[in-house]
Every structure is written in structure tokens, then in C-alpha cells.
């Protein structure tokens, strides 16, 4: 069994996402799929390489959220970021994100138990 790196719990986020390398300034879409307190994983055509530094941004229709960002892994088709120097508004958002995805979690876990 693969031991649990992750530091905080994940949460299902769908949601357009935009990566800046930082030493090109290329941008490159991707889209989230999970965000925890402290990265997210991307579903990405090209996905970054391994430790590099990137900046991110996460847009859903009323707000957005802004990282620089490690990867900490990268796959075909996806890669796994972990968040550096949030800003305070950037993690309200983040948090506000978490809190709304906990409470969808429950009530579809509610509704799977009251069938």
C-alpha cells in the first residue's frame, strides 16, 4: 500500500485553470479536479515537468484564486501542484472553496446512505 503524502484533505473542485512559467511567461490552460489547503491536481494536455516553479490561477464564475505553485508530480495528462506564498486573499477564497466543497461532500454522502 502506497503510503499518504497529502497534508490535508482533498475535495472534488472542477473548475478553468491557467499556468504562467515563470521564465517563459508561456501561459497553458488546464483545468482543476481536486483542491486541498495546500495544492490541487490538474488535468493538463502538457503537464509541467516535476519541480518546476510555476504561478496559477483558478477562476470559477464568482471569484479566483492566485498561487505560485510547485509540481510535485507530473503524468500524462495530469500533474499535482503544491501551493507556495498564498496571499491572504487568495486563501479566503481557497478556504471558502474547501468549506462548500466539505458541505457538498456531506450532503451527496447523505443522500447515497438515505437511498
Known amino acids: 500500500m502506497e503510503h499518504e503524502r497529502r497534508r490535508a ?3 472534488r473542485l472542477i473548475a478553468p ?3 504562467v512559467d515563470e521564465n517563459s511567461g508561456q501561459r497553458i490552460a488546464a483545468y482543476v479536479t481536486d483542491v486541498s489547503l495546500n495544492g490541487c491536481t490538474l488535468g493538463i494536455t502538457h503537464p509541467p515537468r516535476k519541480g518546476k516553479t510555476i504561478q ?3 477562476v ?3 471569484e479566483s484564486f492566485e498561487s ?4 510535485v508530480y507530473s503524468h ?3 500533474a499535482g501542484l503544491t501551493f507556495r506564498d498564498v496571499k491572504p486573499q487568495s486563501l479566503t477564497v481557497l478556504q471558502r472553496w474547501l468549506v462548500a466543497a466539505r458541505l457538498e461532500q456531506q450532503q451527496r454522502e447523505g443522500a447515497g446512505e438515505a437511498s
Open 76 to 78: 500524462a495528462h495530469s
Open 68 to 71: 505560485q505553485a510547485t509540481v
Open 9 to 11: 484533505l482533498r475535495f
Open 60 to 62: 470559477t464564475p464568482n
Open 17 to 19: 485553470a491557467e499556468l
Open 56 to 58: 496559477l490561477e483558478i
